[in-house]
């Protein structure tokens, strides 16, 4: 599976944005999707995921701001982002696994890493 993200662009803080993870060659429904981003200064952070049966996680630097969804009959996963502030500034990247759910935060254990899409967030 091919994936590609999309969305980024530069926003104010408190503004919202929608990130796109759209896949090729595969099917989301045989994976969990995750999302991550990294900035200049550190690795790469899990921010979401969403699993091939429904379940949800998100980091808890996001949770009640952030939330993960999946369109299967358009085979994307979408990660809406409000209330964004300055520190959410990062390139954001997805990837799939078939891990336990236990260690889907593992970056590890994520593969077809697509190109992430940059997200800045002015103060």
């Known amino acids: 599976v091919q994936l590609q993200a999309s969305g980024g662009g530069l926003v104010q803080a408190g503004d919202s944005l929608t990130l796109s993870c759209a896949a090729s060659?595969?099917?989301?429904?045989?994976?969990?999707v995750g999302w991550f981003r990294q900035t200049p200064d550190n690795g790469r952070e899990f921010v979401a995921c969403?699993?091939?049966?429904?379940?949800?996680k998100l980091a808890n630097s996001v949770k009640g701001r952030f939330t993960i969804s999946r369109d299967s009959a358009k085979n994307t996963v979408y990660l809406q982002m409000n209330s964004l502030k300055p520190e959410d500034t990062a390139v954001y990247s997805c990837?799939?696994?078939?891990?336990?759910?236990?260690?889907?935060?593992?970056?590890?254990?994520?593969?077809?890493w697509g190109q992430g899409t940059l997200v800045t967030v002015s103060s």
């Open positions: 969403f699993s091939w049966d429904g379940k949800a």
């Open positions: 060659g595969g099917l989301f429904r045989s994976y969990t």
């Open positions: 990837a799939v696994t078939t891990v336990v759910w236990g260690r889907v935060t593992e970056e590890e254990f994520y593969r077809s």
